[in-house]
């Protein structure tokens, strides 16, 4: 079954505890991207990354790494979280069309 | 002004009424255009893409006015489980850029 996967779905953490969302598509798709949805303000895309080892910021990078080894995966890095980084969190990939394909989200808590 | 704007919602209608939404786009050189659906605490999936000739898919008829910049999304017939949130996407050289979302409720 095509799909984007993520983990984990529910994360509550502290602040400045470094923290790791994986993000794994099984499509061979070249486009990866990373977004974050609070109420309001819709999708913003945080990063993204247009084939392995190319990665490029989106509109709200700050506070984010991301890091692209391998085609299939594609993972999100908060160093230092804040509770400004509290938020739903989808990662989407797909190939040079443009239907995008999204994980099922990852709710992340920073208290 | 935001580079996407949908209507501000939400739609409350009974079923088997008629909906529409409206979304306008800043870049007159956005390239194609698009709806998803996202349903509560779930991630978003492609409703229908909207060509210029607007196009139709059983109840839904998707519209694009590139003179005007907006598309829009007509739902007939509504059905409980078209209850959602409708985003409207635009695209300009893979730069995807997402509505804030319209919330649609229909009603028993």
């Known amino acids: 079954e095509a799909q984007v996967t993520q983990n984990p779905r529910y994360l509550i953490t502290v602040t400045g505890k470094k923290l790791t969302v994986t993000c794994s598509q099984n499509m061979n798709h070249e486009y990866m991207s990373w977004y974050r949805q609070d109420p309001g303000l819709g999708l913003r895309q945080i990063y993204y990354?247009?084939?392995?080892?190319?990665?490029d910021k989106g509109d709200v990078p700050e506070g984010y790494k991301v890091s692209r080894k391998e085609k299939r995966n594609f993972p999100l890095i908060l160093e230092s979280p804040s509770p400004n980084q509290t938020s739903l969190y989808f990662c989407a990939s797909r190939s040079s069309g443009e239907t995008q394909y999204f994980g099922p989200g990852t709710r992340l808590l920073v208290l | 002004r935001k580079e996407v704007e949908q209507d501000p919602g939400p739609f409350n209608v009974p079923e088997g009424a008629t909906v529409a939404f409206n979304c306008t786009y800043s870049n007159s050189a956005s390239q194609s255009f698009f709806w998803y659906r996202q349903d509560c605490r779930k991630e978003p999936k492609l409703l229908m893409s909207?060509?210029?000739s607007g196009n139709e898919d059983g109840r839904f008829t998707a519209q694009l006015n590139r003179a005007s910049q907006y598309i829009s999304l007509l739902i007939r017939d509504s059905k409980l489980s078209d209850s959602a949130t409708y985003l409207c996407v635009v695209n300009f050289y893979n730069d995807m850029r997402f509505g804030a979302g319209t919330r649609l409720t229909v009603k028993p």
């Open positions: 990354s247009m084939n392995v080892e190319v990665t």
């Open positions: 909207v060509y210029s």
